[in-house]
């Protein structure tokens, strides 16, 4: 492992292997039915493109995810799917570091297991930082091309509005303050993840906030939100707690 801000390659391993040019890190709990599928696809739409790996991070899933991940490492080998494993549920914000740190890529991909984030996407992504020379290109529902399939109308109020007033109070440029899709510099990243406190949707705003605050160049990429099809969804009333309470703490704290 190397430390978050040097791709993590030794010098004896480096003379052999190439290192990737995108890390797609993937925390994972209790993913275990979307995890093969999420391989195959980040396959299919990456590896005649560009040299990537994936790096799954996950929190010991009681439903054996880790298990799942250590059989694509089989079929796809362990350079290209490469697993850190944690004896416990952690959190988003210490997975997101803690695959980080396990990395190589000069760009880091950060997305959900679920499948609400189609790795379709990703090669507009690709293409867009090098139009644009972005430090961050943000994937968002909410421009034209964008949106979301599955959710009731209660849940896309409640995303919209809780985007909305965010942006509104934060002074945020960017439209999706809580989406967690995005394509970060290696640099930017770990700078963002080192300063940034929120915890749950307040992680996602935080970051980006900072991220226009630090004055780092963003794009924005319309993507298409699909709800997640298999396992349970943890959004609830901590949820929405935890998210006024990282709203009130950017608005004076930052
Ligand atoms: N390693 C790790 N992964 C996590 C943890 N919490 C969530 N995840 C993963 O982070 C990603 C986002 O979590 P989700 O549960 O999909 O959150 P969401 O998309 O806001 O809500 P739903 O899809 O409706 O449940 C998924 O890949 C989860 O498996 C955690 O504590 N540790
Ligand atoms: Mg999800």
Same mark, same amino acid.
């Given at each position: 492992? $190397?430390? !978050?801000?040097?791709?993590?390659?030794?010098?004896?391993?480096?003379?052999?292997?190439?290192?990737?040019?995108?890390?797609?890190?993937?925390?994972?709990?209790?993913?275990?039915?979307?995890?093969?599928?999420?391989?195959?696809?980040?396959?299919?739409?990456?590896?005649?493109?560009?040299?990537?790996?994936?790096?799954?991070?996950?929190?010991?899933?009681?439903?054996?995810?880790?298990?799942?991940?250590?059989?694509?490492?089989?079929?796809? $080998?362990?350079?290209?799917?490469? #697993?850190?494993?944690?004896?416990?549920?952690?959190?988003?914000?210490? +997975?997101?570091?803690?695959?980080?740190?396990?990395?190589?890529?000069?760009?880091?991909?950060?997305?959900?297991?679920?499948?609400?984030?189609?790795?379709?996407?990703?090669?507009?992504?690709?293409?867009?930082?090098?139009?644009?020379?972005?430090?961050?290109?943000? $994937?968002?529902?909410? @421009?034209?091309?964008?949106?979301?399939?599955?959710?009731?109308?209660?849940?896309?109020?409640?995303?919209?509005?809780?985007?909305? #007033?965010?942006? /509104?109070?934060?002074?945020?440029?960017?439209?999706? #303050?809580?989406?967690?899709? @995005?394509?970060?510099?290696?640099?930017?990243?770990? =700078?963002?993840?080192?300063?940034?406190?929120?915890?749950?949707? +307040? /992680?996602? !705003?935080?970051?980006?906030?900072?991220?226009?605050?630090?004055?780092?160049?963003?794009? =924005?990429?319309?993507?298409?939100?699909?709800?997640?099809?298999?396992?349970?969804?943890?959004?609830?009333?901590?949820?929405?707690?935890?998210?006024?309470?990282?709203?009130?703490?950017?608005? /004076?704290?930052?």
């Amino acid at each position: 492992m $190397g430390s !978050m801000d040097q791709p993590a390659t030794s010098m004896g391993a480096k003379a052999l292997t190439v290192d990737p040019e995108y890390s797609v890190i993937v925390p994972t709990y209790n993913e275990r039915p979307n995890v093969a599928v999420l391989a195959w696809l980040l396959h299919k739409y990456l590896d005649e493109l560009v040299s990537f790996e994936v790096v799954f991070v996950d929190d010991n899933s009681p439903d054996g995810t880790a298990n799942a991940i250590k059989q694509l490492q089989a079929v796809y $080998g362990t350079s290209r799917i490469r #697993l850190v494993c944690r004896p416990g549920k952690l959190g988003l914000g210490t +997975a997101y570091a803690a695959g980080l740190a396990a990395s190589s890529g000069r760009f880091i991909i950060l997305m959900d297991a679920d499948l609400s984030h189609h790795p379709k996407h990703l090669p507009d992504f690709i293409a867009a930082q090098r139009a644009t020379d972005a430090d961050v290109v943000a $994937g968002t529902r909410y @421009r034209l091309g964008g949106g979301v399939a599955g959710w009731n109308l209660t849940r896309k109020l409640t995303s919209r509005g809780a985007n909305l #007033l965010a942006s /509104f109070l934060l002074g945020a440029r960017t439209s999706d #303050l809580t989406g967690a899709y @995005r394509l970060y510099r290696r640099g930017a990243l770990c =700078e963002l993840l080192h300063a940034t406190t929120s915890r749950g949707y +307040a /992680f996602q !705003m935080e970051v980006i906030v900072r991220a226009q605050y630090s004055r780092l160049r963003i794009t =924005e990429m319309p993507i298409v939100f699909v709800d997640r099809l298999y396992g349970e969804s943890k959004l609830g009333m901590g949820e929405y707690v935890q998210f006024v309470r990282g709203l009130l703490g950017l608005l /004076f704290g930052l």
